[in-house]
């Protein structure tokens, strides 16, 4: 058996665990909306049509702000057909996704859903098709108190208070082709300062978030953040990220080292923005929203959207499902994004309900957490106070994609106010339990509080209506502090938490 070495201390400290670390994302896509998060004929919905038990689930999911309303959907939408009386609003094309969108949902229904489900909004604006008046009217509807024609059209429409909203997407993607108005890094960079500065002027204290690469592979990718950043740098607080992993031809191996990549995608953006920072010589510095991330089998049949004549109302679109390697990944990268928390300042994952999502549901009917469901909800429940940097000391392995990766990832959390600590691990290996030898004498005092373990001997199990226990997070009894030091054993291919306590 294998032994891999950790050290946790407390002055390994990385920065503070942000609650935004653990967003997620509503799109108006496939069924995310309509009969996701949205379905009148179920027995749970309340006044606005909303599932009560998705609300519940979101609650549990432990979410804490929410994307919206895309995504590539965002870059043909007009915000003003959304709002008003339902049955006056317009149905219209969604070009992104090839479906009719009806408009049943909007600025304000979604607003209602935030405050029911105890989330945040981040509002994007549309920088495909529209621009800098139209962003301004949005954020004068959402934000002014009143005594404007926007703004005393929300109250109008039932919302006598402003939405506050915070936190605001200067656009999605526009560095790629597929995007309706796809712009190149200068052009969309001029645009996103031009927005940014004039929402400045209404409210001065929007946290706004300008379009980075949709991924390492893309071609612009580097040149693409140099280029916006040399643009936007003095108005905006966050450059975006996406990224999305999944299982190619069998190689369990590379996939389970997916994190290897988002952390070279965080450490690269970084390394780009603080150039610019050096070349403009200004002391700010420019974070990451992580907007996007998850696990994504993109040639699967159900990610490719209807074509021809087919315009259908919220398609099955993009509706994976993970098995237990996947949730796994899912974990890694949590621990990724909590590793880079000095950076990182926004996270999404991509997205809540039916499309590559966590949470599942049957039109009228049942609703399921998937396997990802769990190293999500776990991670924002336990990881409290700083997040450390784990040292750990580990055999690596090769892998066809991403070169030497260790064979364990971990991350932990410590309260300064309790004494909790939170250790987050995963073994990537194929085959082998891995014995985990934690130094904790920095720490004196700590004794296990609890410790699971998610895993299954057949890594591709599959959580349904009918069965979505069968990998909870199980009780790992093996977890023991001697003299400072934690054991704990781990299976292959497995997410692992162990809670520490005085």
């Not at 909790?420 to 082998?432: G, K, M, P, Q």
Request: glycine letters at 8%; charged letters at 20%; one cysteine or more.
């Amino acid at each position: 058996m294998t032994t891999v070495t950790l050290t946790i201390d407390p002055a390994f400290r990385v920065g503070p665990v942000r609650r935004r670390t653990f967003g997620a994302f509503v799109e108006h896509l496939g069924r995310c909306v309509y009969t996701g998060i949205h379905d009148p004929e179920h027995p749970s919905a309340d006044a606005d049509g909303f599932r009560g038990d998705v609300i519940d689930l979101t609650r549990e999911l432990g979410v804490s702000t929410v994307r919206y309303p895309g995504g590539n959907f965002v870059s043909g939408y007009r915000w003003e057909d959304g709002v008003g009386p339902r049955d006056q609003r317009p149905r219209r094309l969604d070009l992104a996704w090839h479906s009719t969108e009806p408009n049943l949902v909007g600025v304000d229904e979604f607003m209602r859903w935030t405050k029911a489900s105890g989330t945040e909004a981040m509002m994007a604006v549309n920088l495909g098709t529209r621009g800098v008046q139209e962003a301004l009217d949005l954020l004068e509807y959402c934000n002014v108190r009143g005594g404007t024609a926007l703004s005393d059209q929300r109250r109008a429409n039932g919302a006598p208070e402003p939405y506050d909203i915070k936190l605001w997407c200067l656009g999605n993607e526009m560095d790629g082709p597929w995007q309706i108005g796809h712009k190149t890094a200068h052009e969309y960079g001029r645009l996103a300062a031009e927005t940014a500065r004039a929402m400045r002027m209404i409210q001065p204290d929007l946290e706004l978030v300008a379009c980075g690469s949709s991924g390492v592979p893309i071609p612009t990718f580097g040149q693409w953040e140099q280029t916006v950043l040399s643009e936007t740098y003095e108005y905006v607080d966050m450059i975006s990220a996406h990224a999305y992993y999944a299982e190619e031809d069998g190689d369990l191996g590379s996939f389970l080292a997916s994190a290897v990549d988002m952390d070279h995608f965080i450490d690269s953006v970084t390394a780009v923005a603080d150039g610019v920072r050096a070349h403009k010589k200004i002391a700010k510095r420019i974070h990451i929203s992580f907007d996007e991330w998850n696990v994504w089998y993109q040639k699967r049949a159900e990610s490719v959207p209807p074509s021809g004549d087919d315009w259908p109302v919220a398609p099955v679109l993009l509706e994976d499902k993970y098995n237990v390697a996947d949730a796994v990944v899912v974990g890694n990268l949590l621990i990724s994004l909590l590793r880079h928390t000095d950076r990182v300042h926004s996270a999404s994952l991509a997205q809540l309900v039916n499309v590559i999502a966590p949470i599942m549901t049957e039109p009228g009917g049942r609703i399921w957490r998937q396997t990802t469901f769990h190293p999500f909800a776990q991670a924002s429940q336990y990881a409290t106070g700083e997040v450390l940097q784990v040292a750990v000391e580990a055999p690596t392995y090769e892998t066809a994609k991403f070169g030497d990766a260790p064979l364990v990832d971990a991350v932990a959390t410590r309260d300064p106010e309790t004494g909790a600590v939170a250790l987050f691990a995963v073994n990537r290996s194929t085959t082998e339990t891995v014995t985990l030898e934690v130094d904790t004498r920095s720490i004196p005092g700590l004794r296990v509080v609890g410790a699971t373990t998610l895993s299954n001997p057949d890594h591709t199990w599959v959580a349904t209506a009918d069965d979505d226990t069968a990998v909870l997070p199980r009780a790992n009894d093996s977890a023991t502090v001697d003299g400072g030091r934690l054991t704990v054993q781990v299976p292959p291919v497995s997410w692992n938490v162990v809670r520490l306590g005085a």
